[in-house]
Structures are given as structure tokens and as C-alpha cells.
């Protein structure tokens, strides 16, 4: 069974950074793109930033810019480098396969708060 662990939130002021880690157990990690999905109060998850097997990144409009997605197969490790930080942010921040989740059992997430 596949388990995704997410860790690095926080608080942060605007403008801040935060880098945010996901450990992926089994070999979903290595052939699957891999994406950040966030959830914010009241409205629903969606998927802020995607990379494939070979590195190929995108990124929502919204953060296109600020964020930087990255991966090491080595590690099985997926992460999320989060720069210039905005109130708009604020959200649970959860890592699956993209641009459709595969692993139905989501983790625990991890919650960015920015403010000030």
C-alpha cells in the first residue's frame, strides 16, 4: 500500500519561504508524475504544480514564478520550495500522482499559514 508523509509547513510572514517534503513509499513514486495539490478553507483541493518522471515541471498561474517543484527518485522524495509567500497561499498542502490523484488514501497533509 502506497503511504504519502508530508512535512515542512508552517507559519510564515508574507513574503517569506518554506520547503515542503513528501516521502512516497513504494514504486508509484518513480513512474508516476508527481504533483502538490493545496486546499484552502472553504474551498476545494486542487493541484497547484506537477513534475514527471524526467523533470518536466508545470505550475499553476498562481504561483508560477514563486514556487519550485523537485524530486529525488533516490529518496523517493518529492518537494515543494515555496519563495515570496502571499496570505493567499494559506492552505493544507498534500503531495499525489498528477494530473489525476491515484493514491486514494491521501496523508495527513501539511498546513502553510501565511501571515502576518
Known amino acids: 500500500q502506497v503511504q504519502l508523509v508530508e512535512s515542512g509547513g508552517g507559519l510564515v510572514q508574507p513574503g517569506g519561504s518554506l520547503r515542503l517534503s513528501c516521502a512516497a513509499s513504494?514504486?508509484?513514486?518513480?513512474?508516476?508524475?508527481m504533483g502538490w495539490y493545496r486546499q484552502a478553507p472553504g474551498k476545494e483541493r486542487e493541484l497547484v504544480t506537477s513534475?514527471?518522471?524526467?523533470?518536466?515541471?508545470t505550475y499553476a498561474d498562481s504561483v508560477k514564478g514563486r514556487f519550485t517543484i523537485s524530486r529525488d527518485k533516490a529518496k523517493n522524495t518529492l518537494y515543494l520550495q515555496m519563495n515570496s509567500l502571499k496570505p493567499d497561499d494559506t492552505a493544507v498542502y498534500y503531495c499525489?500522482?498528477?494530473?489525476?490523484?491515484?493514491?486514494?488514501?491521501w496523508g495527513q497533509g501539511t498546513q502553510v499559514t501565511v501571515s502576518s
Open positions: 513504494g514504486s508509484i513514486f518513480r513512474f508516476f508524475p
Open positions: 499525489n500522482t498528477s494530473p489525476l490523484p491515484k493514491v486514494p488514501n
Open positions: 513534475i514527471t518522471d524526467v523533470g518536466t515541471t
